[in-house]
């Protein structure tokens, strides 16, 4: 933990993303950890690259926290930090001035478009997610589904609400699967994977494609003609990066390893703990 609070520097916050982004999760929240406990009482009048610097350091810390909370092996370390995740979240998301800066700064610390406050939103749903998986409390998921319809209103840019929306269709689908949850899921991997493809984003809609092929597997023969449809679209994107050729076999062994992982939370977790108490204030 940094002695004093204070807002990191530029060249901290790119070190910090590109280690969050390779998955060195603990390195990139120690870099930007003088956030934690940094006065926001006049946050709001702070000068621009301030302010872009220090959402951009938030949102870092927090999706770095709750992704490492992902990697944990055991209840006790999930809930160690997620307590972590839910005091930034609670100190600084939900702060009114980071609130409202949040909304009204739209660019990121190298002037590109941003949605600092629709990113706050899917840190905050992803978890609730983490906080279902430990608890193995259903309302936590249905919460989680129900929180993404703002957040996908909110959303400007279209990649990231179509994500937005099959993420949600798919977790609906998940959670009950009918022949109407399969169609709506259906119809968000198009939308979703189009927006992709138009912004020349392959890995995205590599990823959307591999996501929705590994759902529509397990519905057997109903869902062969849906493989079909997904894997056209996969291949189209790896045709344009053959960088990303093994995005398919990467999210096969994932959604295995988190099958795997959420058992184990809830095997490991102590008599009489509840950690339902660690759900986010509404």
Do not use: C
Not at 233 to 245: F, G, H, K, L, S
Request: aromatic share 8%; charged share 25%.
């Amino acid at each position: 933990m940094s002695e004093k609070p204070r807002i990191p520097t530029r060249s901290q916050i790119i070190r910090a993303e590109r280690e969050r982004a390779s998955g060195g999760y603990d390195y990139a929240r120690d870099q930007v950890d003088g956030i934690i406990g940094f006065p926001l009482g006049n946050f709001s009048r702070r000068n621009l690259s301030q302010q872009q610097r220090f959402l951009a350091a938030s949102r870092i810390y927090t999706s770095a926290t709750i992704s490492w909370a992902r990697e944990q092996w055991n209840a006790p370390a999930v809930a160690e930090e997620l307590t972590r995740a839910r005091r930034a979240i609670v100190d600084i998301y939900d702060h009114p001035e980071v609130q409202t800066t949040a909304r009204r700064v739209n660019t990121g610390i190298n002037n590109e478009s941003y949605e600092y406050h629709t990113e706050m939103r899917r840190d905050k749903i992803l978890y609730t997610l983490t906080l279902a998986g430990l608890t193995g409390n259903n309302a936590f998921l249905t919460a989680a589904i129900n929180e993404m319809d703002a957040t996908i209103a909110e959303a400007e840019e279209p990649t990231v609400k179509t994500l937005l929306q099959f993420d949600q269709q798919r977790l609906r689908h998940r959670q009950t699967p009918t022949e109407k949850s399969f169609t709506n899921l259906t119809t968000a991997f198009e939308s979703a994977t189009h927006a992709s493809l138009e912004a020349s984003n392959w890995e995205r809609a590599a990823t959307i494609s591999a996501r929705y092929i590994l759902d529509v597997e397990k519905l057997g023969d109903t869902g062969e003609q849906a493989v079909r449809r997904g894997r056209e679209v996969y291949d189209n994107a790896v045709e344009n990066d053959q960088n990303i050729a093994n995005i398919l076999n990467r999210e096969r062994v994932k959604e295995r390893v988190e099958r795997n992982r959420y058992a184990a939370w809830q095997a490991s977790t102590p008599d009489g703990v509840n950690y339902s108490e660690l759900q986010l204030p509404r």
